[in-house]
Nanobody, 122 residues
Framework: QVRLVESGGGLVQAGGSLRLSCAAS????????MGWFRQAPGKEREFVAA???????YYGDSVKGRFTISRDNPRNTVNLQMNILKHEDTAVYYC????????????????WGQGTQVTVSS
């Protein structure tokens, strides 16, 4: 079992930055692929970024070049640095984990956090 708790959301102006963190419980955190997804009202959950246990990173097209995912295995945390935020980045952001390799579909992740709201004012 893995428990995930997100933090760092909030309100920011367009062009600004936010850093989300996800704290994970469980002894085998380092073996999990960790992902970030987001969901805006009335829209499907969207893949944002993922990082494998090796540190390989993957990004959704809409955030490439602006967002950076990283992980700190000894601290059981995964972070999402979000720069040059746009109004369309407004959503609830979720941390997720899966035991196997990287995946871009929410249905392929086994564990989820409760989500943290990010609001970007235009």
């Amino acid at each position: 079992q893995v428990r995930l708790v997100e933090s760092g959301g909030g309100l920011v102006q367009a062009g600004g930055s936010l850093r989300l963190s996800c704290a994970a419980s469980g002894r085998t955190f380092s073996s999990y692929t960790m992902g970030w997804f987001r969901q805006a009202p009335g829209k499907e959950r969207e893949f944002v970024a993922a990082i494998t246990w090796r540190g390989n990173t993957y990004y959704g097209d809409s955030v490439k070049g602006r967002f950076t995912i990283s992980r700190d295995n000894p601290r059981n945390t995964v972070n999402l640095q979000m720069n040059i935020l746009k109004h369309e980045d407004t959503a609830v952001y979720y941390c997720a984990a899966r035991q196997n390799g990287v995946a871009g579909s929410a249905s392929e992740y086994d564990y989820w956090g409760q989500g943290t709201q990010v609001t970007v004012s235009s």
